[in-house]
């Protein structure tokens, strides 16, 4: 399998796949309430069997072109990951996500990661829209969305129920127009 260096950090992107469950498991554990404050993931991903369950629901989306799942790894640790929630070959369009623990916060590797993800989306798969959808409260992700140069495009109010309380999410895209112009531009305004 691959994997991608995401700068001189020690930082790595990697699969994510039914093997790494005691990974993933401890990845949560160590930042079960932080990760579970705007996203269910900590939820699904309770105990072993319930990482084995996650992991292998996404190996079938990967098989059935569906989705994907992509870990973040740092110094050999995985600290978080990213994925295709949804992926729709024939519309060209898939929504990503990612989840990271409080202790890899702040370092740049989602929005590294999911640099290299939308390159392969639209340059190798042929996408023409990346979608993020986030929880209104989540101001990092919604930060990560701006650096990617996405567009904010509404606010569905209070749909998603988490944790007792109804919650509103940010859609936020891409196309691969806009994005394959701002990597040129970023390109040419290198040295």
Same mark, same amino acid.
């Given at each position: 399998?691959?994997?991608?260096?995401?700068?001189?950090?020690?930082?790595?992107?990697?699969?994510?796949?039914?093997?790494?469950?005691?990974?993933?498991?401890?990845?949560?554990?160590?930042?079960?309430?932080?990760?579970?404050?705007?996203?269910?993931?900590?939820?699904?991903?309770?105990?072993?069997? @319930?990482? &084995?369950?996650? #992991?292998?629901?996404?190996? *079938?989306? =990967?098989?059935?072109?569906?989705?994907?799942? %992509?870990?973040?790894?740092?110094?050999?640790?995985?600290?978080?990951?990213?994925?295709?929630?949804?992926?729709?070959?024939?519309?060209?369009?898939?929504?990503?996500?990612?989840?990271?623990?409080?202790?890899?916060?702040?370092?740049?590797?989602?929005?590294? @990661?999911? &640099?290299?993800? #939308?390159?392969?989306?639209? *340059?190798? =798969?042929?996408?023409?829209?990346?979608?993020? %959808?986030?929880?209104?409260?989540?101001?990092?992700?919604?930060?990560?969305?701006?650096?990617?140069?996405?567009?904010?495009?509404?606010?569905?109010?209070?749909?998603?129920?988490?944790?007792?309380?109804?919650?509103?999410?940010?859609?936020?895209?891409?196309? @691969?127009?806009?994005?394959?112009?701002?990597?040129?531009?970023?390109?040419?305004?290198?040295?």
């Amino acid at each position: 399998m691959y994997a991608i260096p995401l700068g001189d950090d020690g930082a790595e992107l990697r699969p994510l796949e039914v093997w790494h469950a005691e990974e993933v498991l401890a990845n949560i554990d160590r930042g079960r309430e932080f990760i579970g404050r705007h996203v269910g993931l900590p939820d699904v991903v309770s105990d072993l069997d @319930g990482a &084995r369950g996650w #992991l292998t629901s996404y190996a *079938e989306k =990967r098989a059935a072109d569906g989705g994907s799942l %992509h870990g973040i790894w740092l110094d050999g640790t995985l600290v978080g990951g990213l994925l295709f929630r949804v992926w729709d070959t024939p519309s060209g369009v898939c929504e990503a996500g990612c989840w990271l623990e409080p202790a890899a916060a702040g370092r740049g590797l989602v929005t590294r @990661g999911m &640099r290299t993800l #939308l390159d392969w989306a639209f *340059e190798e =798969r042929g996408m023409h829209r990346v979608e993020w %959808h986030v929880s209104s409260a989540n101001e990092p992700s919604i930060n990560v969305a701006r650096r990617l140069g996405m567009t904010r495009e509404g606010v569905l109010r209070e749909n998603y129920p988490h944790r007792g309380e109804r919650t509103s999410t940010e859609i936020w895209s891409v196309l @691969g127009p806009e994005w394959r112009e701002a990597r040129a531009r970023t390109a040419h305004a290198a040295p």
